[in-house]
């Protein structure tokens, strides 16, 4: 399975962008702490040009060590980087310290000039990141859209609060993927719309990375002990009795709990970026 998506929507959100930028006092580009490489869109980096950047290592809660090992590459090759999970309200002040942080110059010039004024940040990504879930606990309450799939939010949104102005985009990939591994990662945590997946060949591709790397989950969670990826679907229908008529496997049923599992942070804290995935991006 080639994963390429890049519908007319996300074509007309880059150019909203392009058009929103000036307006911008900086830009927050959420990613996923799960496959922070692989969420990273150079497009938008490109975009944003010279203005000051914050990186939201978003999702925090589901992923691991690897993704702490990220951030600190990323810190060290000068971003301004932040980890965060965005559901939890008591996350609020590290969120707007950071925020703070990138345009401290700006308001310094500004106040040495006594002028007081409100900053405006853009916030993007690819989709299903959390950038309106961001947005929420900024505002202290929903004022963004949210959900669990990619797309829910699809025009812009300039969100007034009370000491800044936020700019939600929609989600938006890059015009093509060079680097098949990445978008099969992003189709595991939900950032491609599942409808153009073939899911079968999702699931299969998941359970064989997450054997190299965290077979322990595996085993806890569905008793695989190894095999082919496909003899570990039928491990995992049979441990949960995804049955059909008959005796036969419901694979229908084992591909979706697969995805499922690991995306609701049911097979525990998982990262499948490594290190060297992030020295090939950042």
């Known amino acids: 399975m080639n994963i390429q998506w890049f519908p007319g929507h996300m074509a007309a959100a880059m ?3 392009r058009e929103n930028l000036p307006l911008a006092d900086g ?5 996923d702490a799960r496959c922070p490489a692989a ?3 150079p497009e938008l980096m490109r975009m944003a040009g010279a203005k000051p950047v914050l990186l939201v290592f978003n999702k925090c809660d589901l992923a691991d060590e690897r993704a702490d090992a990220i951030l600190s ?5 000068g971003y301004k980087a932040v980890k965060l999970n965005s559901a939890d309200s008591s996350q609020n002040r590290a969120l707007t310290s950071a925020m703070d942080a990138l345009v401290a110059e700006k308001r310094g010039r500004a106040l040495e000039k006594g002028v007081t004024r409100t900053f405006r940040y853009m916030v993007a990504g690819v989709p299903n990141t959390g950038k309106s879930t961001l947005i929420n606990l900024l505002a202290g309450g929903k004022r963004a859209a949210t959900g669990d799939k990619a797309g829910v939010t699809r025009g812009k949104q300039w969100i007034r ?3 800044c102005e936020l700019l939600d985009t929609p989600g938006t990939m890059p015009p093509a993927f060079g680097n098949q591994r990445a978008a099969m990662r992003l189709a595991y945590v939900g950032s491609i719309n599942d409808d153009i997946l073939a899911l079968d060949e999702v699931a299969l591709s998941l359970l064989e990375e997450l054997w190299k790397s965290y077979p322990r989950r595996l085993e806890e969670r569905y008793s695989v002990t190894g095999g ?4 570990m679907l039928d491990r995992v229908c049979e441990k949960r009795s995804f049955l059909l008529r008959g005796g036969e496997y419901d694979y229908e049923r084992g591909i979706r709990a697969v995805i499922d599992d690991f995306r609701k942070g049911r097979l525990g804290r998982i990262t499948l970026d490594a290190l060297k995935d992030a020295e090939e991006v950042f």
């Open 27 to 31: 830009v927050i580009f959420v990613l």
């Open 15 to 17: 150019r909203m962008m």
């Open 73 to 77: 590459y990323v810190k060290s090759k």
């Open 39 to 41: 969420s990273f869109n």
């Open 161 to 163: 609060l009370g000491g």
């Open 228 to 231: 082919t990826p496909a003899e």
